[in-house]
């Protein structure tokens, strides 16, 4: 879907959640972000901005034990799908666009009649560092 129309407040959260150094934040640090920088955004605006951007395909919103985390994500403008894979050692959640994937995805739907969404996938496993340390 391309996005036409942004209000100030999406401008805002969208270029808050890219800014993220760790790749992904909670709505409530992302309110905590914009009214550190000056913004007069309410925690109920964010999840309203967060929700909208997440059906135009800007973010996504991965649900994890701890809770919901949003990460920005560009390859849904450029005709790509990415999946996202979460460690579970230190916690980390890392955005990849790989196109290997669509293989599986194809397979799923071609023999087990079974469409992935791949914006709403999370895999598990351990991530180099952690799997570095594994084996130390």
Do not use: W
Not at 68 to 83: E, I, L, V
Not at 108 to 126: D, Q, V
């Amino acid at each position: 879907m391309s996005v036409t129309y942004m209000t100030r407040q999406q401008r805002a959260v969208l270029q808050c959640i890219a800014d993220c150094r760790d790749g992904c934040a909670t709505a409530a640090e992302l309110a905590e972000h914009l009214h550190q920088q000056g913004q007069s955004v309410g925690l109920t605006t964010v999840y309203r901005q967060l929700e909208r951007l997440e059906k135009q395909g800007c973010v996504h919103k991965v649900v994890t034990d701890e809770g919901a985390y949003y990460q920005y994500c560009d390859a849904h403008a450029h005709g790509r799908d990415c999946f996202m894979l979460k460690c579970e050692k230190c916690g980390a959640i890392v955005h990849l666009d790989c196109s290997h994937l669509g293989e599986l995805y194809r397979h799923l739907m071609a023999e087990h009649h079974f469409a992935i969404n791949p914006r709403r996938t999370l895999f598990y496993g351990l991530c180099e560092k952690c799997s570095g340390e594994e084996s130390v």
